[in-house]
């Protein structure tokens, strides 16, 4: 069996120049990171005049649906018709890569290389995160050892630290222990780095000076009277910026087509607002005529937060949307077991095809024109795939078969077609909710409007947060809901298409740095677990060569 690492490390990559000449720069505006890896020179500016095409999903199932992959085979399709594309993705996080998702770099003929650098270790973009995290972290609990002179309340502080591999183990800890040589004993507790405010942080500056202003803006606990504190306070944004002075600059590398592609950032949808930075896609938007990019998870996650917070926030306006969904995965919200997937089941697919229409629906309701992207699996049946394009013509969208994994560029070359016909109709963009509403309405405008929630219940205290960071000035920030990807509802069992729920909230947290408020419903954790089985157990490297990763 071909599998997806077989195929990138057959590839010949062309050198990294080559690639960034296709979008007009020369070796001045690139810094070469080895043969087939760079990060964009700074001083690269221009209009930023392309059309922007993102690409979201159906509620994500363990049968797969293949986002990534068809935001490559997009941008590889866009070029095979004749267009100036490129792609603009988030780069991978070691969780999913040794816990049980696997990698971020497409599959099968619609990849970005070099795969095994860009789902590890990379540029160390995600190493200088991590860091930068941490060292506020360290900085902290020094400024207690030494006297507390900003008045830190020690039952107050928000900040945790973080790690960018999934150890439910270390999601409550309690540091200094040892006695008053090893600081001042207190609950703490780690994060994955792609929660961590610093992550959402890079990726929502739009430069050097702007991401030390957002660094200093991060509250990291509270006095006792309630006042907040922030990292400005015990001066620790400028060795932040330090940190981060190289992880700021784009990563620039290649599909197995050549197209270009910038990786960039890698905030999930679930916990964070799970988007590529903005700094990556206004470059590609100056560089290329369309730019193709993804939002995590489903359109209820990704696609939301991407509207709602990234092009608010941005002042970005998408040209065109497209929603991904197997028939596998739309059998799987129909009802069908995993191991019974192989087999036709129309009525299954008619029936889990209510979750494709309720995301279909939901980026209408942006006022952005979309079209259906199935990509398609070998064991599908003509009388399935009939099925899906049935089900979203009565919202006057366009099913599109695609076999881009197969088949790379020119396989999804009628999905760039209708995207280009797309991106010349007239939109109305407009978001969920304006500046002004209150927080809480806001959380409630997502989980009514997206969701179809029929009631939002807050755990005790959280009214009350909200109340007070409107008092402080943050009213008009957007919301950034943390819930499960694998359902509109916070139970993660709860397939299809469910509504008239209702969405607990347990928790809220403010990222003043970021420029959002963050809503925890249900269970949902901001620090993962391993599976029974990690994929972790079937990486290793043999005779100078890496396998098992996917």
Same mark, same amino acid.
Request: aromatic share 6%.
């Given at each position: 069996?071909?599998?997806?690492?077989?195929i990138?490390?057959?590839?010949?990559l062309?050198?990294?120049?080559?690639?960034?000449?296709?979008?007009?720069?020369?070796?001045?505006?690139?810094?070469?990171?080895g043969?087939?890896?760079?990060?964009?020179?700074p001083?690269?500016?221009?209009e930023?005049?392309?059309?922007?095409i993102l690409?979201?999903?159906?509620?994500?199932t363990?049968?797969?649906?293949?986002k990534?992959?068809?935001?490559?085979?997009?941008?590889?399709?866009?070029?095979?018709?004749?267009?100036?594309?490129?792609a603009?993705l988030?780069?991978?996080?070691?969780?999913?890569c040794? %816990?049980?998702?696997g %990698?971020?770099?497409?599959?099968g003929?619609?990849?970005?290389?070099?795969?095994?650098?860009i789902?590890?270790h990379f540029?160390?973009?995600?190493?200088a995160?991590?860091?930068?995290h941490?060292?506020?972290?360290a900085?902290?609990?020094?400024h207690?050892?030494?006297?507390?002179?900003?008045?830190l309340?020690?039952?107050?502080?928000?900040?945790?630290?973080?790690?960018?591999?999934?150890?439910?183990?270390?999601r409550?800890?309690?540091?200094?222990l040892?006695?008053r040589?090893?600081?001042?004993?207190?609950?703490?507790?780690?994060?994955?780095?792609?929660?961590?405010e610093?992550?959402?942080?890079?990726?929502?500056?739009t430069?050097?000076?702007?991401?030390?202003?957002?660094?200093?803006?991060?509250?990291?606990?509270?006095?006792?009277?309630?006042?907040?504190?922030?990292?400005?306070?015990?001066?620790?944004?400028?060795?932040m910026?330090?940190?981060?002075?190289?992880a700021?600059?784009?990563?620039?590398?290649q599909?197995?087509?050549?197209?270009?592609?910038?990786?960039?950032?890698?905030?999930?949808?679930?916990?964070?607002?799970?988007?590529?930075?903005v700094i990556?896609?206004?470059?590609?938007?100056?560089?290329?005529?369309?730019?193709v990019?993804?939002?995590?998870?489903?359109a209820d996650? %990704?696609?939301?937060?991407?509207f709602?917070?990234?092009?608010?926030?941005?002042?970005?306006v998408?040209?065109a949307a497209?929603?991904?969904?197997?028939? !596998?995965?739309?059998?799987?919200?129909?009802?069908?077991? !995993?191991?019974?997937?192989?087999?036709?089941?129309?009525?299954?697919?008619?029936?889990?095809?209510?979750?494709?229409?309720?995301?279909?629906?939901?980026?209408?309701?942006?006022?952005?024109?979309?079209?259906?992207?199935?990509? !398609?699996f070998?064991a599908?049946?003509?009388?399935?795939?009939?099925?899906?394009?049935?089900?979203?013509?009565?919202? %006057?969208?366009?099913?599109?078969?695609?076999?881009?994994?197969?088949?790379g560029g020119?396989?999804?070359?009628?999905?760039?077609?209708?995207v280009?016909?797309?991106?010349?109709?007239?939109?109305?963009?407009?978001?969920?909710?304006?500046?002004?509403?209150?927080?809480?309405?806001?959380?409630?405008?997502?989980?009514?409007?997206?969701?179809?929630?029929?009631?939002?219940a807050?755990?005790?205290?959280?009214?009350?947060?909200?109340?007070?960071w409107?008092?402080?000035g943050?009213?008009?920030?957007?919301?950034?809901?943390?819930?499960?990807?694998?359902?509109?509802?916070?139970?993660?069992?709860?397939l299809?298409?469910?509504?008239?729920f209702?969405?607990?909230i347990?928790?809220?947290?403010?990222?003043?740095g970021?420029?959002?408020?963050v809503a925890?419903?249900?269970?949902?954790m901001?620090?993962?677990?391993?599976?029974?089985?990690?994929?972790?157990?079937?990486?290793?490297?043999?005779?100078?060569?890496?396998?098992?990763?996917?």
């Amino acid at each position: 069996m071909t599998t997806d690492l077989a195929i990138a490390q057959r590839a010949t990559l062309r050198p990294i120049a080559d690639v960034a000449a296709t979008l007009g720069l020369g070796s001045d505006d690139i810094i070469p990171y080895g043969h087939h890896k760079a990060k964009l020179a700074p001083h690269v500016t221009g209009e930023r005049d392309g059309k922007l095409i993102l690409v979201t999903a159906i509620s994500p199932t363990p049968a797969g649906e293949g986002k990534t992959t068809t935001t490559i085979g997009l941008a590889d399709a866009l070029r095979t018709v004749g267009a100036d594309a490129m792609a603009c993705l988030r780069e991978p996080s070691l969780g999913p890569c040794f %816990g049980v998702k696997g %990698g971020a770099t497409g599959g099968g003929y619609a990849q970005v290389l070099p795969m095994e650098d860009i789902n590890l270790h990379f540029t160390g973009d995600f190493h200088a995160i991590t860091s930068a995290h941490n060292l506020l972290s360290a900085m902290i609990d020094n400024h207690l050892h030494w006297g507390n002179a900003v008045g830190l309340d020690v039952g107050r502080i928000a900040w945790r630290r973080v790690l960018d591999m999934n150890d439910r183990a270390l999601r409550d800890i309690v540091v200094g222990l040892g006695g008053r040589k090893n600081g001042v004993t207190r609950e703490a507790g780690f994060d994955i780095t792609v929660a961590s405010e610093v992550m959402a942080i890079l990726c929502l500056a739009t430069g050097v000076e702007d991401l030390k202003a957002r660094l200093s803006r991060i509250v990291v606990g509270e006095r006792a009277d309630g006042t907040l504190v922030r990292a400005a306070d015990i001066d620790a944004s400028g060795a932040m910026t330090a940190l981060l002075a190289e992880a700021i600059r784009p990563n620039i590398v290649q599909t197995l087509e050549g197209t270009p592609v910038f990786i960039h950032g890698g905030p999930f949808a679930n916990i964070a607002h799970g988007c590529n930075s903005v700094i990556a896609t206004n470059a590609a938007l100056r560089l290329a005529d369309y730019v193709v990019t993804e939002a995590g998870f489903g359109a209820d996650l %990704g696609a939301e937060k991407f509207f709602n917070i990234k092009c608010r926030k941005a002042g970005l306006v998408p040209s065109a949307a497209v929603v991904v969904a197997t028939v !596998r995965a739309l059998k799987m919200h129909g009802g069908v077991p !995993r191991g019974e997937l192989g087999s036709e089941n129309v009525a299954a697919v008619r029936a889990g095809a209510a979750n494709l229409l309720r995301h279909v629906e939901n980026v209408q309701r942006f006022g952005v024109p979309v079209t259906v992207a199935i990509n !398609r699996f070998t064991a599908d049946t003509e009388a399935e795939l009939a099925a899906v394009a049935e089900a979203v013509s009565g919202l %006057g969208v366009k099913a599109i078969l695609c076999e881009h994994w197969a088949k790379g560029g020119e396989g999804a070359a009628d999905l760039a077609r209708e995207v280009l016909r797309l991106t010349e109709s007239e939109g109305q963009f407009h978001f969920t909710y304006p500046d002004a509403l209150p927080l809480w309405d806001k959380i409630e405008a997502v989980a009514k409007s997206i969701y179809r929630a029929g009631e939002v219940a807050a755990a005790p205290g959280v009214r009350a947060k909200l109340d007070a960071w409107e008092a402080a000035g943050f009213g008009e920030l957007p919301v950034c809901m943390a819930k499960t990807q694998s359902s509109f509802s916070a139970d993660p069992t709860r397939l299809g298409a469910p509504e008239n729920f209702t969405l607990p909230i347990r928790d809220v947290r403010l990222s003043a740095g970021a420029g959002f408020v963050v809503a925890l419903t249900g269970e949902l954790m901001t620090m993962p677990g391993l599976p029974r089985h990690p994929a972790a157990e079937r990486i290793d490297v043999v005779d100078g060569r890496i396998e098992g990763l996917f």
